[in-house]
């Protein structure tokens, strides 16, 4: 299937980008390259472009809609955790005027049944972004300790019946390894009983999100992303953040948080002995969320939230 994904707040990640012809941007997540085009197309074809994906799919989608830009943009396969990389590799590193992360699965990745990202459709128990990665969703399943299964299931995808659910899937391989996504599925229906069922969406929703955060590292990534984003940027310039769920958010959050507080010495000292400074100015006290008119046109965008800070 081509690759198809629907950019969420477009309109607000340029107004925070405010590109500008001849600067230096780069999008970690390009995934179907809808900012990246909005970012061209806004500068008029005059800015510099760097576009980073893991998945293959994705990177093939942004070059034939980035198409009458080629001359300004490149397209890297690379995780964004190595941002400060590739940035260095392009000769740019701390001269970036903005940086976006996208953060999370994709239209494509999700409706890509072969991918197993969909707790909806019977697929192989895979999960990963990049399709040349070594772990799958089967391997942890298959491999990881019941009490390493729980702890995934419960920071990861905040499942209540988490250590219940790894306890079934524990008792589950013994008989049979996992190998499809029907069955986690029946196997989380079996697990969550029957009156905790009836609400909350489909049950396997949480768990199957904890594996894809940790199947792609997601976390961690985010955390040695955002550092690098920092690195790479030019003083003045801007990283925007699209987070998908409260994890992410909370990290995005305090990441901000921590690089805009100044002096940490005690109250009581007569003067700053740390010499730590703010890094960044936060731009979005409260995360931008989108309108009702993009929720009703794109359901996917409805947890979204936008946070963007300012290098100082």
Request: net charge positive; proline share 7%; hydrophobic share 45%.
């Amino acid at each position: 299937m081509p690759f198809q994904h629907t950019p969420v707040l477009p309109a607000e990640v340029i107004r925070y980008l405010a590109p500008r012809p001849q600067a230096w941007y780069l999008d970690g997540t390009v995934g179907g390259a809808g900012h990246s085009l909005a970012l061209m197309e806004t500068t008029g074809g005059q800015a510099n472009l760097i576009c980073m994906d893991q998945d293959p799919a994705a990177l093939a989608a942004a070059r034939r809609r980035l198409a009458p830009y080629l001359e300004r943009v490149a397209l890297v396969r690379a995780n964004f955790r190595h941002l400060p990389e590739i940035a260095s590799a392009q000769g740019v590193l701390g001269e970036l005027a903005g940086v976006l992360l996208d953060i999370g699965v994709s239209s494509y990745q999700l409706e890509a049944v072969e991918r197993g990202f969909s707790y909806r459709d019977d697929a192989p128990l895979d999960m990963r972004m990049d399709p040349g990665a070594k772990l799958t969703a089967a391997d942890i399943l298959n491999e990881y300790s019941g009490a390493e299964l729980a702890r995934i299931f419960w920071e990861y995808g905040e499942e209540r019946w988490g250590k219940r659910i790894a306890g079934f899937v524990v008792e589950r391989r013994r008989r049979q390894p996992f190998s499809r996504s029907s069955e986690l599925v029946e196997i989380v229906k079996a697990a969550i009983p029957a009156g905790a069922r009836q609400a909350g969406g489909h049950p396997a929703k949480r768990t199957f999100q904890a594996l894809r955060i940790a199947v792609n590292d997601e976390l961690g990534v985010l955390q040695e992303g955002l550092a690098g984003a920092l690195a790479a940027l030019a003083p003045g310039g801007r990283v925007v953040v699209i987070s998908f769920h409260s994890l992410e958010d909370r990290l995005v959050k305090r990441f901000f948080a921590a690089q805009a507080t100044g002096c940490i010495c005690p109250p009581d000292l007569p003067a700053c002995a740390c010499g730590k400074r703010p890094a960044v100015k936060i731009l979005t006290k409260k995360p931008v969320i989108p309108s009702v008119e993009e929720i009703t046109n794109n359901p996917r965008a409805r947890s979204a939230k936008l946070r963007v800070a300012e290098k100082l």
